[in-house]
């Protein structure tokens, strides 16, 4: 395997580092050869559905890619152990920030494929990134929670007066999530912080931040792809609290284009460079 970091979870990762000075990455509308990496998607659980919509709406803008998906919980292991022995594969974690079981599954999996220790690039997380800013506007925007212009995607008066930007990962994807918060903000207009649903900074402690900066009308906007988390007990648990909650990113077009972003980089070292 191909590394490049050692971020906390303990594997190490690719797809941040930015390009040497005099050169770009190859477009996106540019053809592949045809020993280019495989494009395998990790997915968080056991439900495909998300996880399959990113791969087909990728497969649509590039259909000269081979987009693959492994569930973590059940298929990964067998779609690594699956790669042709003449190629190479780029596996990127369908989350939006740090998560250490994400990434002990997806090491467990390559490892027990015996894959070669060459063969396989892994990722970083889709987040931070101003795409995902972008995303979770409109996703408010479709529950009523945030209202916004579609063309400049900018708010022109929000629902709410407080926003929790609510990530799975504990305090470090929290962390993470605290740009994108701010992102969110500058969109919004209003306050904006990030939580974790699974530790500290919790979405009880946002609350009580929002509300003591004033904030009456408070809404969560889940920092997931989706297979993360129980969307549903979420919504649920939020409404009991008296918060708005709005859907997961799913297969938003801006998870599709961090996708392709992160494969970009992450091939490079297979197929070369372009030069300007």
Known sequence: MIYDDQPPETLPVRGRSSLPSGRHRRPASA???PDAPVLVLAAPGKDPDIAEEIASATRTARTELDVRVGLLDSTFTDVVRGLPEDRAAVVVPLITG???????????????????????????????????????????????????????????????????????????????ADMTAVLLAARLAVPVVAAAVDGPPTVAEAVTRLREAGAQRIAVAPYIIGPELDHE????????????????????????????????VAMEPFIGEVQE
Do not use: M, W
């Open 98 to 176: 740090p998560h250490a079981r994400t990434y002990a599954q997806i090491k467990a999996g390559i490892d027990e494929a015996g894959v070669k220790a060459d063969q396989v690039v892994v990722t970083d997380p889709l987040g931070p990134h101003p795409l995902l800013a972008e995303a979770l506007h409109v996703r408010l925007a479709d529950a009523g929670l945030a209202r916004a212009d579609r063309i400049r995607q900018f708010s022109i008066g929000a629902a709410t007066d407080g926003v929790i930007v609510a990530a799975v990962g504990g305090g470090d994807a929290a962390r993470e």
């Open 233 to 264: 007990q979420l919504a649920k648990l939020a409404a009991e609290a008296g918060l708005g909650c709005g859907a997961p990113l799913g297969a938003h077009g801006s998870v599709v284009r961090l996708v392709n972003l992160r494969y970009e």
């Open 31 to 33: 053809d592949l050869p």
